[in-house]
């Protein structure tokens, strides 16, 4: 269904392999450097840098800079910890061409938010440098699926319980829970760059935004949450018609813009092909 959703007019994309990692560069036509890093959501299991390909578009064009969007493998055929491995070589490979790490947001939504969250907190291990900032659109980060709906909290269509199970299962693959890198509704937060929570009043996973942004301001973390009135679980995705989307794709790319106003002034080297 992705796949059949055109950028936005004007926007370029091509391939790169980004520190062995099959990639995709999305841009404007000017093809500003990339400073995001886009996570796709999937369960893990689902997606494809080419699919995403229109949404990483309309964020490269509300942050006016260009995104990097890896195929990170996929389970179960590649079970953890393959996704944070190509996660990891893409941003060094960021890195490596000259773009300062606080220059950087990492951004994802669904599945691809937990993996930005295992992103950070095993560069948190290596005492390696932090990005600038992240972007969290509908995450979903309790695999144990442990959380509690609050009463008031409408319940949107979505994937099953018992398919989420199934995909954090092929993910982990035997992996404990209990790791906190896989957890971070566990880990401890301190140290991480700010960032922005969006979710969907009526998102399914809406207890993983929440729970997320007050575990992040306990440690410190410039936490924003930020809610809009949808019934879908990933309807950012949605931006090409949906108001709500491309009103919380804007702020996203404000956001991006802001903090890396927050960073030097240019990055060190363009990001090319």
Known sequence: ??????PPPGTRVRPVTAGGVSSLLVSSSDDPPATVLYLHGGGYVFGS?????AHAGAIAMAARTGVLLPDYRLAPEHPFPAAVDDSLSAYQWLLGRGI?????????????GGLVLSLLLTLARQNSPQPGAVVLMCPWLDLSLRLKREPSDPIAPGAADEEARNC???????????????DPLAADLTGLPPMLIQAATGDARLADAKALAARAQTYGVDARLALFPVDAHGFHLFWSFLPEAAGAIEAAGAFIREARGRGRAEPR?????
């Open 100 to 112: 300062a790490p606080e220059q950087v947001t990492v951004a994802g939504d669904s599945s691809g």
């Open 168 to 182: 954090a299962a092929m993910y982990l693959a035997g992996h404990s829970l209990d790791d906190p890198v896989v």
């Open 269 to 273: 080297a363009a990001v090319r092909s």
């Open 1 to 6: 269904m992705l796949a059949q959703t055109s």
């Open 49 to 53: 840098a080419f699919g995403y390909r």
